[in-house]
């Protein structure tokens, strides 16, 4: 079974090389076609099973927009529901208990945590008994720990919804307390106070920050084995942490004079213009760029304060709901420079006195002259008020420098209101530090009861993955998709970007509209932003993947499309749901269901000993194809992938699907039971061909709602997901046309395979009708090459020609060099005709047969840049290339004959096994599959998109699960499935 991308595109190529022509060359694309039809039909069926589905029943309803956004909206609003109980009980607890804290705790310090155990839902090991504790190096001597009820009632939330992730309670003092308890290291470094949820929650308004920080050569100067300016930097990394993505920021670093780190970085200019948005990335960058700050020369407040100054003046908001602040911090006198209680009224009153200054003075060597200076520029004792209120700032003297980080993370303080926040706060989702994929956080602040000072901060984590599943796993129709955005305009899911869970790093956030570039749908996206309910009809364009984005890129489509957009209560998030004029989806009328045409893949637990077999590296069956349920065949995809199969659940499913239990569904879509019995028959079919098994390897068909079976049966990764898988998007994208890719390396064994696939379509067949699934069959790559040197008599003559087929994104799907590879590491997968045939890759550009596309990838913040092979045939024998081009009608391959020798040209790409978003475009029109650096402004997290911008890529196949499917102690001496009998032929296939 493939497991990695297969590549193809509308057409497949062969190339035959001839010394000099006597005869006319018949390379007709037509015969190759034939031969294609027979290998779909005998190997796999198709033309049966697809009279097969002709004779099933469907209802093709139209899509309801609006009924399915109501419907979603209510669903989005009971998963938040939960975590928000959860947290509104855990808030209550502690505001219970607040008065019995005790000084002492019995819950372990997480650095000493036991008992764990792994726990696939938290991707770690984790006690589930228990929470633990931390306790920050800041945290006073006179501490209270929150009660062991505490601990109770989040153990118990997490037994009523055990969808709950982390849940965890931050105190004023520096106490953390986290369920489950886990092992952490270096405890005492962590501080609750300082992190994003507790700020964002504690004093919800969102920032602009300019940390100052003192380069000068009497920072140089030790404290405890570290520099004054090595604690300067971890401080002002510190406040960089607090930040959160709707926060933005500047860092300015001074001596003699100022400059502004990072900003001559190519591409990051933007850093000493103007305010950053705190993303990750961006915060990222500059926490590695202060890392390297180096002291020498003097000490100039001016200079600093007036570089400060413009990050909010070049672009100035003079609205009162983001907070401005500017944190200064020096170890001594002014020593240079002009006045900067100067710079500070001139440059304050063009944005109406909005800015507060904090001054921080470091060391014990700091004088009066020094210390009176900050305290004035705190006060802004010149600046004049007739311009704006003067929000006056605060002096502070750290003798020890110690407690800097502290001093200086506690900044977002200035910022507290008296006014108690009741409603929960919804942080901007970030990538779960073990692996869990994206998270949010609700939080809320808790309070000493009535109405005293703020005690925390108690949060409630869920996996966007888990919240959203409705969204991510949305398929109505062919045309119709779903998206979900936050307040901001920010892109929480949506079919252009990757699955939450499947992010590794941290995460690009895009911005609605760049994926939903009409201009009329501004109004849409305005009306969800500020919470309203609506619907609108428009043309947008769809993206469809060509198979895999990396290699073979996308094509677009404009469609009339129907908007339907609703708030999400409880939330600042909004859901839309966008459906294709005229698009349906096809309901299969019951089917009957038999005990034989269900057999789970988890062969461990339901083959028999005596039906087992060894498939190449597999432990296998050949006597049944079995089924696997992908995660979209769920009504809760996360449920399924965050809990390890037992025997049990495993019972269920057969118990419902075999008919011994119809009325007890163990969660999957109502279709299920319709596709299991549907794609049945076609296990006769793989069975009944075993001359033909002795070439192919492997045989399946992946239904639209995430059935897939596969034959000969073996174990597939959990979240193996068909549907995402680059032979399933490509066929989808050629419907009803036969399907070749270019060859792959099988994880399992079977050496490199060519995958032939086709839809199958509900209705009469044809391609009008809406496709229900997809069918395919992986053979070996000598069986193909031979059946192409059959197909043509011009290419047994291997001393004039030499055949090869690509296909139509230029990928060699076969070559004598890969029926006959020199070495032990072939170059056979992603082989490329620009590197192997550059002579007629050069002239298929010349000619415009082969030109390139683009799309931005906005996971690497690149246009991606491939090809395609588009022509009715030419004949190019007479050209220094010599070669002859000819389409296979109904497939996504070419034939091209040439001479095989010919003048040479230089190699338009001479690299091969790098991947294309690691090799940057030259200037060659022949050149490697490549990249050049999208247009993006790291500042405002925004991309330029004119009007001839590349449209948006799709998004990259997951990466598979496969480390637990070693099979070698299971196949250990059983008999293969098939014998390929190989020392009876007289011929290599």
């Known amino acids: 079974m493939k497991t990695s991308a297969l590549y193809l595109t509308k057409h497949l190529t062969i190339l035959v090389c001839i010394n000099s022509v006597s005869h006319a060359v018949n390379v007709d694309g037509g015969r190759f076609s034939q031969v294609l039809t ?12 697809q009279e097969h589905y ?51 705790t019995s819950m372990p310090q997480c650095c000493q945590a036991t008992g764990l155990t792994n726990n696939s839902q938290f991707r770690t090991k984790v006690n589930m008994n228990q929470a633990c504790v931390t306790i920050s190096s800041y945290s006073p001597q006179e501490r209270k720990f929150p009660t062991t009820k505490i601990q109770d009632v989040m153990k118990e939330n997490h037994q009523r919804n055990p969808n709950l992730k982390w849940q965890y309670f931050g105190k004023e003092d520096g106490i953390y307390v986290n369920y489950p308890s886990l092992k952490l290291n270096d405890c005492s470094n962590y501080d609750p106070r300082f992190r994003p949820f507790y700020v964002s929650t504690a004093t919800p308004v969102q920032k602009d920050v300019v940390v100052i920080i003192d380069k000068s050569g009497s920072m140089s100067d030790t404290h405890n084995s570290k520099t004054l300016l090595q604690i300067a930097k971890e401080a002002a990394i510190s406040v ?55 002291s020498a020369g003097s000490t100039n407040y001016e200079a600093a304060m007036r570089a400060a100054f413009k990050f909010f003046v070049n672009k100035p908001d003079m609205s009162d709901d983001r907070g401005k602040v500017i944190l200064f911090l020096t170890d001594g006198e002014k020593t240079a420079g002009g006045e900067p209680l100067d710079v500070i009224k001139e440059e304050n009153k063009k944005i109406n006195n909005s800015v507060v200054i904090l001054t921080y003075g470091l060391g014990q060597q700091l004088n009066v002259n020094a210390i009176q200076k900050l305290k004035d520029m705190a006060a802004q004792t010149r600046t004049d008020a007739s311009y704006g209120e003067i929000k006056i700032g605060e002096f502070k003297h750290i003798s020890d420098p110690d407690f800097l980080r502290s001093s200086m993370a506690s900044y977002y303080n200035r910022f507290s209101s008296s006014e108690k926040i009741q409603n929960p706060i919804f942080s901007v989702p970030y990538q779960d530090l073990f692996g869990i994929g994206l998270i949010s956080s609700i939080c809320l602040p808790v309070y000493r009861p009535g109405g005293g000072e703020l005690v925390g901060v108690a949060c409630s984590d869920a996996t966007v993955s888990d919240i959203m599943s409705h969204i991510s796993y949305f398929r109505q129709g062919e045309l119709s998709y779903a998206f979900i955005i936050d307040g901001t305009g920010r892109t929480l899911i949506h079919p252009l970007l990757p699955l939450p869970d499947s992010v590794k790093d941290d995460p690009i956030y895009v911005n609605i509209e760049h994926l939903e570039r009409s201009s009329s749908a501004t109004n849409v996206i305005e009306s969800m932003k500020i919470g309203k309910t609506g619907n609108k009809t428009l043309y947008s364009k769809r993206t469809v993947p060509r198979g895999n984005m990396l290699y073979e890129g996308i094509e677009t489509e ?42 789970y893949h988890r062969l461990d637990y339901t083959i028999d000993e005596r039906s087992n077999c060894q498939h190449f590296t597999r432990f296998g069956t050949k006597d049944k194809s079995v089924v696997m349920l992908t995660p979209g065949a769920f009504l809760e995809p996360f449920n399924y992938l965050d809990v390890d199969e037992t025997k049990a659940m495993i019972t269920k499913y057969e118990d419902f699907l075999t008919g011994k239990n119809v009325l007890n569904n163990p969660g999957l879509k109502e279709s299920i039971l319709n596709s299991v019995s549907s794609t049945y028959p076609v296990e006769s079919i793989w069975k009944s061909s075993r001359e033909l098994s002795e070439f192919v390897v492997w045989r399946y068909i992946g239904t639209a709602d995430g059935v897939m079976r596969l034959y000969p049966g073996v174990e597939l990764p959990k979240n193996y997901d068909h549907t995402r898988r680059a032979w399933y998007k490509r066929t989808i994208a050629l419907k009803g046309q036969d399907v070749v890719s270019a060859p792959y390396l099988d994880l399992w064994g079977s050496g490199y395979l060519i995958t032939l696939s086709k839809t199958i379509t509900e209705g009469s067949g044809s391609t ?37 087929i690509i296909d139509s994104s230029g990928y060699i799907v076969i070559h004598e060099d890969f029926a006959n590879p020199d070495s032990t590491s072939p170059q056979i997968e992603n082989v490329h005709v620009i590197y192997k045939e550059s002579a007629i890759a050069e002239d298929l550009i010349n000619q415009n047969m082969m030109n390139k596309a683009s799309c931005i990838d906005f996971e690497t913040i690149k246009e991606q840049f491939t090809y395609r092979v588009a022509t009715n045939g030419n004949d190019r024998m007479n050209t220094n290339a010599k070669y002859k081009i000819d389409p296979v009608p109904n497939s996504n391959t070419f034939i091209v004959i040439r001479q095989r020798v010919y003048t040479t040209s230089t190699r338009c790409c001479s690299i091969y096994g790098i991947s294309p978003d690691s090799y940057k475009c030259s200037s060659r029109s022949c050149d490697c599959l490549c990249y050049t650096d999208a247009d993006f402004n790291y500042c405002n997290n925004a991309y330029t998109l004119l009007a001839d911008a590349a449209q948006t890529c799709s998004p990259r196949d997951p990466e598979l699960q496969t480390e637990n499917l070693n099979d070698a102690e299971k196949i250990k001496n059983l008999q293969f499935c098939f014998d390929p009998k190989c020392s009876t032929r007289t011929q290599k296939l």
């Open 768 to 804: 009008s009708g809406q496709t229900v699934a997809v069918i395919g069959t992986d053979f070996t790559i000598n069986y193909f090459y031979q059946m192409m040197q059959n197909t043509y008599s011009d290419c047994q003559n291997t001393q004039q020609y030499s055949c090869f």
């Open 54 to 104: 002709n004779s099933l029943r469907y209802t093709n309803s139209l899509l309801d927009g609006e009924g399915l956004v109501t419907e979603i909206s209510a669903s989005l609003s009971t998963k938040f529901n939960g975590p928000i109980q959860a947290l509104m009980r855990i808030k209550q607890a502690i505001e219970e208990d607040i008065d019995s804290f005790p000084s002492q």
């Open 240 to 294: 960089l942490e607090t930040l959160n993505p709707n926060d933005r920021f500047g860092v300015v670093a001074f001596s003699s004079s100022a400059n502004i780190p990072g900003s001559g970085t190519i591409g990051r200019d933007c850093h000493g213009t103007e305010l950053a948005k705190a993303t990750p990335l961006n915060i990222k960058f500059m926490k590695s760029q202060v890392s390297v700050i180096r």
């Open 558 to 599: 404009d469609v009339l499309s129907h908007y339907y957009w609703k708030p999400v209560s409880q939330s600042n998030f909004s859901v839309c749901i966008v459906v294709g004029d005229n698009d349906k989806q096809p309901i299969l009328d019951p089917q009957t269901v038999t005990q034989d045409s269900f057999v």
């Open 38 to 49: 027979d290998i779909a039909n005998n190997a796999l069926g198709v033309n049966k099973i």
